[in-house]
Protein backbone atom coordinates (compact mmCIF):
# COMPACT_ATOMS: atom_id res chain seq x y z
CA UNK A 1 0.00 0.00 0.00
CA UNK A 2 1.24 3.58 -0.95
CA UNK A 3 1.12 5.96 1.93
CA UNK A 4 1.36 8.77 -0.62
CA UNK A 5 1.40 9.03 -4.18
CA UNK A 6 -0.07 11.29 -7.23
CA UNK A 7 -3.63 11.73 -7.85
CA UNK A 8 -5.13 13.59 -10.10
CA UNK A 9 -7.86 16.52 -8.44
CA UNK A 10 -8.32 19.78 -8.94
CA UNK A 11 -7.54 22.18 -6.24
CA UNK A 12 -10.86 23.16 -5.77
CA UNK A 13 -11.96 19.20 -5.50
CA UNK A 14 -9.67 18.97 -3.14
CA UNK A 15 -10.65 21.39 -0.92
CA UNK A 16 -14.49 20.84 -1.41
CA UNK A 17 -13.11 17.27 0.30
CA UNK A 18 -10.56 18.38 2.72
CA UNK A 19 -13.84 20.78 3.79
CA UNK A 20 -15.96 17.54 4.47
CA UNK A 21 -13.62 15.97 5.44
CA UNK A 22 -12.96 18.30 8.08
CA UNK A 23 -16.86 18.38 8.92
CA UNK A 24 -16.76 14.67 9.37
CA UNK A 25 -13.27 14.80 12.05
CA UNK A 26 -15.08 17.64 14.04
CA UNK A 27 -18.56 15.49 14.22
CA UNK A 28 -16.57 12.35 15.09
CA UNK A 29 -14.82 14.35 17.52
CA UNK A 30 -17.66 16.04 19.24
CA UNK A 31 -18.97 11.80 19.59
CA UNK A 32 -15.97 11.05 21.73
CA UNK A 33 -16.20 14.50 23.66
CA UNK A 34 -20.01 13.73 24.38
CA UNK A 35 -18.73 9.98 25.60
CA UNK A 36 -16.43 11.09 27.86
CA UNK A 37 -18.34 13.95 29.66
CA UNK A 38 -21.05 11.23 29.83
CA UNK A 39 -18.59 8.54 31.10
CA UNK A 40 -16.97 11.23 33.43
CA UNK A 41 -20.48 12.53 35.11
CA UNK A 42 -20.59 16.22 33.54
CA UNK A 43 -17.28 16.93 35.23
CA UNK A 44 -15.46 19.18 32.43
CA UNK A 45 -12.25 18.92 35.00
CA UNK A 46 -11.53 15.50 34.02
CA UNK A 47 -8.44 15.42 31.71
CA UNK A 48 -9.88 13.28 29.19
CA UNK A 49 -13.04 15.65 29.25
CA UNK A 50 -10.48 18.50 28.76
CA UNK A 51 -8.61 16.90 26.58
CA UNK A 52 -11.96 16.20 24.16
CA UNK A 53 -12.68 19.30 24.50
CA UNK A 54 -9.04 20.72 23.05
CA UNK A 55 -9.40 18.48 20.13
CA UNK A 56 -12.95 19.60 19.37
CA UNK A 57 -11.53 23.22 19.32
CA UNK A 58 -8.61 22.08 17.26
CA UNK A 59 -10.80 20.38 14.93
CA UNK A 60 -13.53 23.20 14.44
CA UNK A 61 -10.73 26.01 13.98
CA UNK A 62 -8.99 23.45 11.26
CA UNK A 63 -12.79 23.23 9.61
CA UNK A 64 -13.47 26.97 9.84
CA UNK A 65 -9.37 27.98 8.10
CA UNK A 66 -10.30 24.79 5.48
CA UNK A 67 -13.46 26.18 4.81
CA UNK A 68 -12.86 30.10 4.50
CA UNK A 69 -9.71 29.27 2.12
CA UNK A 70 -12.74 26.84 -0.01
CA UNK A 71 -15.14 29.61 -0.19
CA UNK A 72 -12.03 32.38 -0.81
CA UNK A 73 -11.09 29.74 -4.04
CA UNK A 74 -14.75 30.08 -5.65
CA UNK A 75 -15.51 26.62 -4.68
CA UNK A 76 -19.06 27.32 -4.05
CA UNK A 77 -19.56 29.36 -7.35
CA UNK A 78 -17.65 26.38 -9.10
CA UNK A 79 -20.57 24.12 -7.66
CA UNK A 80 -23.06 26.24 -8.36
CA UNK A 81 -21.74 26.41 -12.20
CA UNK A 82 -21.81 22.94 -12.62
CA UNK A 83 -24.81 21.88 -11.20
CA UNK A 84 -26.51 24.92 -13.54
CA UNK A 85 -24.30 23.39 -16.17
CA UNK A 86 -26.12 19.71 -15.66
CA UNK A 87 -29.32 20.62 -15.41
CA UNK A 88 -28.77 22.49 -18.83
CA UNK A 89 -27.56 19.26 -20.10
CA UNK A 90 -30.13 17.31 -18.68
CA UNK A 91 -32.82 19.51 -20.23
CA UNK A 92 -31.14 18.80 -23.41
CA UNK A 93 -31.16 15.51 -23.79
CA UNK A 94 -34.89 15.35 -22.63
CA UNK A 95 -35.48 18.16 -25.64
CA UNK A 96 -33.42 15.73 -28.01
CA UNK A 97 -35.10 12.19 -26.85
CA UNK A 98 -38.97 14.05 -26.93
CA UNK A 99 -37.97 15.19 -30.23
CA UNK A 100 -36.39 11.97 -31.52
CA UNK A 101 -40.25 10.29 -30.48
CA UNK A 102 -42.09 12.57 -32.18
CA UNK A 103 -45.00 13.14 -29.62
CA UNK A 104 -47.71 15.56 -30.14
CA UNK A 105 -47.53 19.14 -28.84
CA UNK A 106 -49.75 17.75 -25.89
CA UNK A 107 -47.63 14.64 -25.57
CA UNK A 108 -44.88 16.65 -25.07
CA UNK A 109 -46.46 18.97 -23.02
CA UNK A 110 -47.51 15.61 -20.58
CA UNK A 111 -43.76 14.49 -20.43
CA UNK A 112 -42.72 17.36 -19.65
CA UNK A 113 -45.04 18.02 -16.88
CA UNK A 114 -44.08 14.53 -15.34
CA UNK A 115 -40.66 15.16 -15.39
CA UNK A 116 -41.28 18.32 -13.76
CA UNK A 117 -42.70 16.28 -10.98
CA UNK A 118 -40.75 13.57 -10.94
CA UNK A 119 -37.37 16.22 -10.38
CA UNK A 120 -39.26 17.89 -7.67
CA UNK A 121 -40.12 14.48 -5.43
CA UNK A 122 -36.53 13.59 -6.34
CA UNK A 123 -35.53 17.16 -4.71
CA UNK A 124 -37.83 16.58 -1.93
CA UNK A 125 -36.75 12.97 -1.24
CA UNK A 126 -39.24 11.69 -2.32
CA UNK A 127 -39.09 8.43 -4.68
CA UNK A 128 -41.96 6.10 -5.25
CA UNK A 129 -41.61 2.58 -4.37
CA UNK A 130 -39.22 3.54 -1.82
CA UNK A 131 -40.54 3.18 1.62
CA UNK A 132 -40.00 6.42 3.63
Keep these: MDVARELQ ?7 LLSTRLAAGRVAWVDRQLAEAVAAHDGDAASS ?21 AAVDAGVAERLVRQVELEGRLVAEVLGRTLDALELT ?10 AHRELLQLETGEVEGEAS
Design 9 to 15: VSPWDAL
Design 48 to 68: TVRRWLDESRRERSLLARTAK
Design 105 to 114: AEQRQTAFAV
